[in-house]
């Protein structure tokens, strides 16, 4: 198999024949900011090496740790490593990957979203015991 696919997104960011927001690079892998976050900060580690998903991945390769290493790098870098992050795979479509270069989100911070929800949640709850309360009066 070819290192690179030319018809592949993932593969023409890591060599710079698509734009996109680098923040970390070195021989083997790729960082750049996802172009849809979900997260105030989401970046996507990608092998230099076209590799469609988790389940080609050799037991003697160790692109997977050397994504892990970078993902923890480009935390330090954005100061979230402390405080925490996530770091996923999403394996074929029924993992919901759907772009076939294999690749780790690196997420961090609340997303909007998901606090609007957790406030809406707290006020009913909130709400739901006031008015067991005023009842019982
Ligand atoms: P997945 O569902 O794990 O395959 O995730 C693919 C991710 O790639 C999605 O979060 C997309 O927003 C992201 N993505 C797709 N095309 C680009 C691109 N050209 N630049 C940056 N991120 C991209
Ligand atoms: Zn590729």
Redesign the pocket.
Known sequence: MSDTNPDC?FCR?ANHE?P?EVVYEDDLVVG?????PVAPIHV?IVPRKHIPTLNDVYADDNIVSHMAFAARKIAEDLGVADTGYRFSM?VNRGG????FHL?A?LMAGKNLVTLVIRLAVITSIMWGKLVKLLRKK
């Open positions: 997104i960011i698509v996109a750049f900011k996802d172009a849809h996507l999403n919901g990957q759907i772009v690749h989100h």
